[in-house]
């Protein structure tokens, strides 16, 4: 296992289009994490997954995103009818379950919304 | 929610020398990470810290969790060290990590 892998690497998309995201994360994680990070700020938690149950959602999650993780193994992210503002880094994590574990993350998918 | 700070915000060092990078948080947390986020937007662990102190190479780091900060060293500073420093912490009764403000590093040849 290399890691936890994100698709694509980038996407560029016009507003107001659909725009869809992967994440695999590394293979024994039954944690999965999304984030967002823009441009001079840390990464903003959104979402978190314990398997394929949604435990968690920040309120920078608008109606126009969804993420789901069908089947406990990989997540997509999915973000309808895109704005300029979602121009932004989107971040996955995993970690194993436990109070101490430890997350790592992908390199992200860079969106632009033009 | 909870605060995590760190500094100094921006730090320009020559090659060679040290560094003490600092990460506060103001409430008790289960976990902490240091990251070193590299020119492609990679976050690339460095430390798992909750308590105590590590080293690995160049690098170490200490956390003192009842006094909630932690410090990252790093020695004989090199270009290949530039970049984001981010410090992370678990807030008890969470499952996510709340990043800090990071601290921007460049070394100098």
């Known amino acids: 296992d290399t890691g936890v892998s994100q698709d694509p690497r980038h996407k560029i998309t016009k507003r107001g289009q659909n725009v869809t995201f992967r994440c695999d994360p590394i293979?024994?994680?039954?944690?999965l994490y999304w984030y967002r990070q823009t441009l001079g700020q840390g990464p903003e938690f959104l979402t978190y997954?314990?398997?394929?149950?949604?435990?968690?959602k920040s309120r920078l999650l608008s109606d126009r995103f969804s993420a789901e993780r069908p089947k406990g193994s990989f997540s997509t992210l999915e973000i309808q009818r895109t704005e300029q503002g979602d121009s932004a880094m989107y971040l996955c994590?995993?970690?194993?379950?436990?109070?101490?574990?430890?997350?790592?993350f992908g390199q992200g998918t860079r969106l632009t919304v033009v | 929610g909870i605060q995590v700070e760190q500094s100094p915000p921006d730090l320009i060092l020559q090659e060679g020398a040290n560094s003490t990078l600092r990460c506060n948080f103001s409430?008790?947390?289960?976990?902490l990470q240091w990251f070193h986020q590299n020119p492609w937007g990679q976050l690339i662990n460095l430390f798992y810290?909750?308590?105590g102190t590590k080293q690995n190479g160049r690098l170490s780091a200490t956390t003192v969790a009842t006094e909630r900060y932690s410090l990252l060293y790093i020695s004989s500073s090199q270009t290949t060290d530039s970049g984001v420093y981010f410090c992370?912490?678990?807030?008890?009764?969470?499952?996510?990590?709340?990043f800090g403000t990071g601290t921007l590093l460049a070394v100098q040849p």
């Open positions: 994590a995993s970690s194993p379950q436990g109070a101490r574990a430890e997350a790592f």
């Open positions: 293979s024994e994680h039954n944690r």
């Open positions: 997954f314990q398997n394929e149950a949604q435990l968690e």
């Open positions: 409430d008790s947390v289960n976990n």
């Open positions: 810290i909750p308590s």
């Open positions: 992370a912490v678990e807030p008890r009764a969470t499952n996510k990590l709340i």
